[in-house]
């Protein structure tokens, strides 16, 4: 095993140099056939349909086969990490509440009522709660990463930036499209969706559905039971009816649910050795040895609605989106990841379920978009956002606590956008955002006083494009973006206070370039930015104190570049490849945090014992990420032989405030493969496929109050897929 990895670390390394390789070819002069480009990318960044290259924003597009790869054993939101320069996620709740990271810039919080600076938008409804951020995706269309703040057209939390999902929608025309893999764990996923006209002209529907199982495979060796965890059922569908009755008017209307029932994070007891990073020898991927936590199980079930609804005026199209999500649930967890008996020295033991009692989400936008091909392009709107929700907690040692939430916040917003000359374009906007944020303890044995929050901010940017020639653009765009004040109420359970944090606001710089060169066989993309956060909101979680707290640190600096790049090498022969790097710093000479109970911390401490923590990277924040894709076809009769492969790495990456020589992770990486036949004209292929093809043990995360605990990446997986369209 260790000679296959080895050699599969030098494939890497080759295919790393295939990219370098790729942008010396198209630095210079070559004699390629000129009859293949590199495609149009559609992206709705600024909430209409525009041209990738046309747009002063760095974004990054994902769709087909990219995306249809990334899915195939069975994989959740979280697949998406390092799929596009600038992305990160991770989770410690498996597959509800995903973390998502942009810049560097997110939130270690793992509670239920987190609030992150990175939003989720599907199907333009924003998704905020950490568990409606996990909802699954199928039948997708793309998935768009839009960089930096995005405080003018879209107002939640978004400080970072967004990871926006669009679900392929009704049309006229009977089109369908099912993807079916099958692979190691008894892992089984069908996606697929269907649609076209129930009345020519006037309506027209798609129904969506994803199926997706894993057996349990991880064993547990404190009761000697086989194949207990690691599984999971999840099952989701979606109908879209369009309603087209005149020219004028659309009307799209959407109804969704999702089913899950799986296995929470499995936590490993002391799978680190005190002085490294390393897993040891009690480390083992098909072996645990919980005494509680019933297996980790975690349950989660949701649905929700929405109603898209256009009337174009001519000069003017009016837009309203009114949607509701709901959804409840728990997790359940052996935290200290063993027994009293190992493995290692396991101090006491931690057994929580956390879970979301119920909660609903109302949201409502109404925009106003010009409508014309003149020099003036603008759009006014407002947005209104109303979420409450109970969160329980059950400790075990003592009675549940039980919380309520409640969030409402409103905004109204504008940009314009105006075209100077054939060469330069300058677009501005502004936003006002409200908002308030409430805290009670409904049931427990603390029965703490309420907490409430409030803040009202204005958020701007202003940007400049400049087409060069016809191939080569770029842009600059300041921007400032603002984050509400949060609530954090877990400790209550733990018969500790709560905790709040002022708003965050931040002020970003970005030049970016867009180029599709040498006949548009090259699309090179790129930016560098830099931006200052004044009160960064971070989440103090666990330390010897094993508390979860919410602080603001004085300031936060970073900067740093992404680049996005395509070539078409030949018609047959395609490669991508993406590099983001990202230095971030915390500038606070007074923040101390509570530190590990086992690890061997590295920063400066307090008499205390607290780490002080200015200058460390922002947590979960990879110093660098690079993805690289090859696709290569061999046309046979109707259609073709092909080989797609895709890879990603990622830098240093620390994973709590304070830094320590255990917990961090540095070079990880994971691989894909797939080969098979598609037949074009008929819609069909059929493919073999290996998901994380060098079964990779990556740590993703770490539990630091008790001992050496991690938990890692998803296992290897080789099956076969059948895809088709029609």
Not at 382 to 409: E, V, W
């Amino acid at each position: 095993m260790h000679s296959l990895n080895s050699s599969l670390r030098r494939a890497l390394t080759l295919s790393c140099g295939a990219a370098a390789l790729v942008t010396a070819m198209a630095a210079a002069p070559a004699a390629f056939a000129q009859d293949t480009k590199v495609g149009e990318v559609i992206i709705t960044a600024q909430k209409r349909s525009e041209n990738l290259q046309d747009v002063p924003v760095s974004v990054a597009a994902i769709s087909g086969e990219r995306l249809q790869s990334t899915f195939a054993a069975g994989d959740d939101i979280l697949a998406l990490s390092a799929k596009a320069p600038g992305l990160y996620a991770e989770s410690s709740n498996g597959r509800v509440a995903p973390r998502f990271y942009i810049r560097g810039l997110g939130n270690a919080d793992f509670d239920l009522a987190a609030s992150q600076p990175v939003s989720i938008i599907q199907d333009e409804v924003v998704l905020e709660n950490v568990v409606l951020k996990s909802s699954p995706l199928y039948d997708l269309d793309r998935v768009e990463v839009l960089r930096g703040p995005q405080g003018t057209l879209f107002g939640r939390n978004t400080t970072a930036g967004i990871v926006k999902f669009d679900t392929i929608k009704p049309s006229e025309e009977m089109k369908g499209r099912a993807s079916a893999t099958y692979g190691s764990f008894n892992t089984f996923t069908f996606d697929g969706g269907v649609g076209g006209a129930l009345v020519e002209g006037k309506v027209a529907a798609r129904a969506s559905v994803l199926f997706q199982h894993r057996d349990d495979w991880i064993d547990n060796g404190f009761t000697k039971k086989k194949n207990v965890m690691g599984g999971f059922n999840e099952r989701a569908g979606r109908l879209q009816l369009l309603f087209t009755p005149n020219e004028k008017l659309d009307a799209l209307f959407n109804v969704h649910g999702r089913d899950l029932d799986g296995t929470a994070a499995v936590f490993r007891a002391n799978v680190l050795t005190k002085g490294s990073n390393k897993l040891n020898a009690n480390y083992d991927r098909d072996t645990v040895y919980f005494d509680a936590g019933a297996n980790n199980p975690q349950s989660y079930k949701g649905y929700g609605a929405s109603a898209n609804i256009g009337y174009d005026f001519g000069v003017a199209k009016l837009t309203s989106i009114t949607a509701y999500e709901n959804t409840h649930g728990y997790s359940r967890g052996d935290i200290d990841g063993g027994n009293l008996t190992g493995p290692g020295f396991i101090p006491f033991p931690s057994d929580t379920q956390d879970g979301i009692k119920e909660l609903d989400q109302w949201t409502q936008e109404i925009r106003l978009a010009s409508n014309t091909d003149g020099a003036l392009s603008w759009q006014v709107g407002g947005f209104y956002f109303d979420t409450k929700y109970a969160i329980q907690t059950n400790p075990f040692f003592a009675p549940a606590t039980t919380l309520q939430q409640k969030n409402t916040a409103w905004a109204i917003f504008g940009q314009a956008s105006y075209k100077v000359s054939d060469q330069l374009s300058l677009t501005g906007g502004l936003r006002y955002t409200d908002d308030d944020k409430d805290m009670k303890v409904l049931s427990g044995p603390n029965m703490a006083a309420p907490v409430s929050v409030s803040d009202s901010q204005v958020s701007w940017d202003l940007s400049a494009f400049y087409n060069v020639n016809e191939d080569v653009s770029v842009y600059a765009k300041v921007a400032s973006g603002f984050r509400g004040p949060s609530i954090q109420g877990r400790d209550i359970a733990f018969f500790s206070p709560a905790s709040a944090a002022k708003s965050e606001t931040i002020m970003s710089y970005e030049l970016g370039l867009k180029s599709e060169l040498f006949d548009r066989r090259v699309r090179l993309n790129g930016a560098v930015f830099a931006y200052t956060i004044d009160d960064p909101q971070f989440s103090a979680v666990g330390g010897g104190s094993n508390s979860n707290r919410l602080i603001n640190a004085k300031k936060g600096e970073a900067y740093g570049l992404e680049l996005d790049s395509e070539f078409v090498v030949t018609p047959n022969f395609v490669v991508t490849a993406g590099y983001s790097y990202a230095h971030t710093e915390i500038k606070d000479s007074t923040l101390a945090v509570a530190a590990c109970a086992a690890c061997t911390v590295t920063d400066p401490t307090t008499a205390t014992g607290a780490a002080l923590v200015n200058g460390n990277p922002f947590p979960n924040a990879p110093k660098y990420t690079f993805d690289f894709t090859a696709r290569y076809a061999y046309p046979v009769a109707s259609g073709e032989l092909f080989a797609f492969t895709d890879w990603k790495v990622q830098g240093y990456t620390n994973l709590f405030l304070y830094e320590s020589k255990e917990f961090y992770s540095k070079g990880d990486f994971e691989g894909g493969l797939k080969l098979g036949y598609a037949n074009k004209e008929a819609g069909w292929e059929v493919a073999a496929f290996a998901r994380n093809i060098t079964n990779e043990s990556n740590i993703k995360g770490a539990i630091d109050f008790n001992n050496l605990t991690a938990f890692v990446n998803e296992p290897r997986v080789i099956g076969v897929s059948i895809d088709a369209r029609f």
